[in-house]
């Protein structure tokens, strides 16, 4: 394993559903990130965190929101999401920002 | 905005052959590549990264090689074996920017 955990694994939750991503991060890591996969696409970057600091936001709709209590610690809270929201989320941890970064197995999150 | 891919969605091989990944890449003032391999239901993992002052690198089996002149790197696996079967992909980035990832390269590998 790559020292970053993430849960739950697998989510399903309907349009009008509050729910929240975890990811924890056991490396002694500042950085750390959020990724959307989707199928046949390249990663999509969509936060960076650099000590608790966010320090990237890529044009994400508002409906994601993150939060990074600690170093340690980030979430991705979700809300009235949509059908194309459907994806796996990663999420990544690096000793610094934009150093190599090491995934976490992801939230395979189904919107219906 | 970056441009990363591949050269080829999937590639077979048999058990104990080389393989060969390749990757293109847009931007020349890149100067950090990163391989991961990504297995079914699982996260990338960090295989083997490289930096622009340098042609080749070795791990364990691995072998990365990237050619500025034509922006183009590949990852050559020596004696894949069924464990190797997976998605790989190439990221790149440029100093303090974020990274790009390609699409990825799906290995088969046939017993």
């Known amino acids: 394993e790559t020292g970053v955990t993430q849960t739950p694994r697998h989510l399903v939750m309907g349009m009008t559903n509050k729910k929240s991503l975890k990811c924890e991060q056991h490396?002694?890591?500042?950085?750390m990130y959020w990724y959307k996969q989707s199928a046949k696409k390249p990663l999509e970057l969509m936060f960076v965190?650099?000590?608790?600091?966010?320090?990237e936001n890529n044009s994400v709709p508002s409906r994601f929101s993150p939060e990074c209590p600690n170093s340690s610690h980030l979430f991705l809270h979700l809300h009235t999401l949509q059908p194309e929201d459907s994806a796996l989320y990663l999420c990544?941890?690096?000793?610094?920002?934009?150093?190599?970064?090491?995934f976490g197995p992801g939230t395979r999150l189904t919107v219906t | 905005g970056e441009s990363v891919g591949l050269h080829l969605p999937t590639l077979s091989v048999q058990e104990g052959d080389n393989s060969i990944i390749n990757c293109a890449y847009s931007?020349?003032?890149?100067?950090?590549f990163i391989w991961y391999k990504q297995e079914s239901g699982k996260g990338p993992q960090f295989i083997i990264d490289?930096?622009?002052?340098?042609d080749k690198r070795q791990g364990q089996r691995v072998t990365v090689l990237l050619n500025k002149t034509v922006k183009h790197l590949s990852l050559q696996i020596a004696a894949t074996q069924p464990g190797d079967s997976a998605v790989y992909f190439c990221?790149?980035?440029?100093?303090?920017?974020?990274?790009?990832f390609g699409t990825g390269t799906s290995l088969t590998v046939i017993p």
């Open positions: 965190y650099s000590l608790e600091e966010r320090v």
């Open positions: 490396l002694g890591h500042n950085a």
């Open positions: 931007n020349s003032a890149s100067d950090y």
């Open positions: 490289i930096r622009s002052n340098m």
């Open positions: 990544a941890s690096s000793p610094g920002v934009y150093y190599e970064q090491y």
């Open positions: 990221a790149e980035s440029d100093p303090g920017n974020q990274f790009y």
